[in-house]
């Protein structure tokens, strides 16, 4: 089974700080995503990477940035943490053949900023 | 601008009951639907994908897609409480992309 791991459950972060949220996945996958879900906006993309230090950026990337120096980890960083980034962060990754592989996520990331 | 569309809910069924989750897509290109299940607090878990018109069934669970009329549909046949969850009904576009409904929550009562 895939297995995505996501390194922190809960985060409480300060407005301001630099927050960085880590992913690593175990099935050699190339394609890797960063999403986050709030309450009746569903799930949006916030960036993805098809290769190793490729990156492109989804639907709401403003206030983020995403390293991937190695294929099986993928971090997004929030250069300065706002409180409206308050939410919960989502991973996944998913193989090739990209139209009919699921996406496999991660347990997720709350993070909190204060 | 490519949507995927779903009722909110909560969709409440009895114990024993069939659940019916809707889906609309608005591209007529697009090729593969996925079903995920999400419960309180967990992340989204697949359930069934369907990239051919007609039924697909796996145990409890049977998706349909209609391209001409552009929806996708998930049933759950004997629904248990257990099955209370949103339900996530996404398009696997021809990129990298994957487009999700809001979700359908469905509770299961006893």
């Known amino acids: 089974d895939v297995k995505v791991t996501q390194s922190s459950r809960y985060l409480v972060k300060r407005t301001g700080e630099k927050v960085f949220l880590e992913c690593v996945q175990d099935?050699?996958?190339?394609?890797m995503f960063w999403y986050r879900q709030d309450p009746g906006l569903g799930l949006r993309l916030i960036y993805f990477?098809?290769?190793?230090?490729?990156?492109e950026k989804g639907d709401i990337p403003e206030g983020y940035s995403v390293s991937r120096e190695k294929k099986e980890r993928f971090s997004l960083i929030l250069e300065s943490a706002s409180t409206n980034q308050t939410s919960m962060y989502l991973c996944?990754?998913?193989?090739?053949?990209?139209?009919?592989?699921?996406?496999?996520f991660g347990n997720g990331t709350r993070l909190t900023v204060t | 601008q490519k949507e995927v569309e779903q009722n909110s809910g909560p969709l409440s069924v009895p114990e024993g009951a069939i659940a019916s989750l809707n889906c609309t897509y608005s591209d007529r290109g697009s090729q593969s639907f996925f079903w995920y299940r999400q419960y309180s607090g967990k992340s989204p878990e697949l359930i069934m994908f369907i990239y051919s018109n007609g039924d697909k069934e796996d145990g409890r669970f049977t998706a349909q897609l209609n391209k001409a009329s552009q929806y996708v549909s998930l049933l759950i046949r004997d629904s248990q409480p257990s099955d209370s969850a949103t339900y996530l009904c996404?398009?696997?576009?021809?990129?990298?992309?994957?487009?999700f409904g809001a979700g359908t929550r469905l509770f299961v009562k006893a």
């Open positions: 099935m050699d996958h190339e394609n």
């Open positions: 996944a990754s998913r193989g090739t053949g990209t139209g009919r592989s699921p996406l496999h």
């Open positions: 990477s098809y290769d190793v230090k490729m990156k």
């Open positions: 996404a398009e696997h576009t021809g990129g990298f992309k994957t487009i």
